[in-house]
Nanobody, 122 residues
Framework: QVQLVESGGGLVQTGGSLTLSCIAS????????MGWFRQAPGKEREGIST????????YYANSVKGRFTISRDNAKNTLYLQMNSLKPEDAAMYYC???????????????WGQGTQVTVSS
C-alpha cells in the first residue's frame, strides 16, 4: 500500500509560479496512474491533471491547461506539478493521488496524500 506526501505549497502572488512534489513510499509508484486534485473551501474536489504509469498519456482540466505541467520520476518515486501564471482562483488545498486508471475523477483513485496548501494573493 503506497503512502503519499505532498510538499511545495505556499503563498505566491498572482502570476507567480510554484512546483508541487508528491513523494510515494511503502511501495513503488510506477504501477500507478497518478493525479493532482485541488479543493477550495466550499467546493468539490477538482481533478486538474493526471499522468499514466510511464508518463503518457497526460490530461489536464481546462482550467489549468497551458499553465500547469504534470510530470513523474518513477526512479525517485516522485510526482510533480509545475504551476505557472497562478491566479487567485487557483488557491486551494492540492492533493496527489494514486490509482489504476488515468482519470480526473476522484473515485478512480485509491490512495491520497494529506494535501499542501496553495494561496495566491491578488
Amino acid at each position: 500500500q503506497v503512502q503519499l506526501v505532498e510538499s511545495g505549497g505556499g503563498l505566491v502572488q498572482t502570476g507567480g509560479s510554484l512546483t508541487l512534489s508528491c513523494i510515494a513510499s511503502g511501495g513503488p509508484m510506477y504501477p500507478y496512474a497518478m493525479g493532482w486534485f485541488r479543493q477550495a473551501p466550499g467546493k468539490e474536489r477538482e481533478g486538474i491533471s493526471t499522468i499514466n504509469t510511464r508518463g503518457s498519456p497526460i490530461y489536464y482540466a481546462n482550467s489549468v491547461k497551458g499553465r500547469f505541467t504534470i510530470s513523474r520520476d518513477n526512479a525517485k518515486n516522485t510526482l510533480y506539478l509545475q504551476m505557472n501564471s497562478l491566479k487567485p482562483e487557483d488557491a486551494a488545498m492540492y492533493y496527489c493521488a494514486a490509482g489504476h486508471s488515468v482519470s480526473l475523477l476522484p473515485q478512480s483513485y485509491a490512495y491520497w496524500g494529506q494535501g499542501t496548501q496553495v494561496t495566491v494573493s491578488s
